[in-house]
Every structure is written in structure tokens, then in C-alpha cells.
């Protein structure tokens, strides 16, 4: 059974930082590339970035340069570094497990993030 589990959201105030978790099981993490979603209120999911299973990174331009999304294989973990964070970075944040090559994809359940003063 393959499981997402996302960790370290909450509410922070403008300028602040987050680093959310996402710890996966079930699956062969090496093989896969892992991307953070988010979902804010009455709007889409859309993607903030994702790590390749060779490491290379891609961001949506909003985010570039506050960012960092990183990846531990022995640990089966996927961190997202979020810096200097502004009011439009609420949202629920997904993790995702994607190999185009076994047609698999795989979502976690989503954390809350909230930025506020």
C-alpha cells in the first residue's frame, strides 16, 4: 500500500518560513520524481515544483529563489523549504509521487499552510 504522508504546515506570519515533509512508503522512492502541489480556496491545484529521481528541480516562477525542494532517497522523504513567505502562498500543500514509465502517480492527503500576521 502505498502511502504520502505530508508534515509541517501551519500558520506563519509574512516573511516567515515552513518546511514541510512528506514521508513515503510503499513504493520504490529512487524511481520516482516528487513534486509539491498547491491548492488554495477556489482555485486549482497547481503545481510549486517537483525533484526529478536524479535530483534536478523545477518551480513555478512564483516561487523561484524562496523555494527548495530537496530529497532524501535512504529516508524516503521529500522536504519543501518555503522562505520569505507572502499571504499568497496559503494554500493546502500536496505532495506527489509520479514515474511516467509504470503509469503510477500517488497523492498525499495535504497539509495546511497558512501565512498571516
Known amino acids: 500500500q502505498v502511502q504520502l504522508v505530508e508534515s509541517g504546515g501551519g500558520l506563519v506570519q509574512p516573511g516567515g518560513s515552513l518546511r514541510l515533509s512528506c514521508a513515503a512508503s510503499?513504493?520504490?522512492?529512487?524511481?520516482?520524481?516528487m513534486g509539491w502541489y498547491r491548492q488554495a480556496p477556489g482555485k486549482q491545484r497547481e503545481l510549486v515544483g517537483i525533484?526529478?529521481?536524479?535530483?534536478?528541480?523545477n518551480y513555478v516562477d512564483s516561487v523561484k529563489g524562496r523555494f527548495t525542494i530537496s530529497r532524501d532517497n535512504a529516508k524516503n522523504t521529500v522536504t519543501l523549504q518555503m522562505n520569505s513567505l507572502k499571504a499568497e502562498d496559503t494554500a493546502v500543500y500536496y505532495c506527489?509521487?509520479?514515474?511516467?514509465?509504470?503509469?503510477?502517480?500517488?497523492w498525499g492527503q495535504g497539509t495546511q499552510v497558512t501565512v498571516s500576521s
Open positions: 525533484i526529478t529521481s536524479s535530483g534536478g528541480t
Open positions: 510503499g513504493i520504490i522512492f529512487s524511481l520516482y520524481a
Open positions: 506527489n509521487a509520479r514515474n511516467l514509465l509504470r503509469r503510477e502517480d500517488y
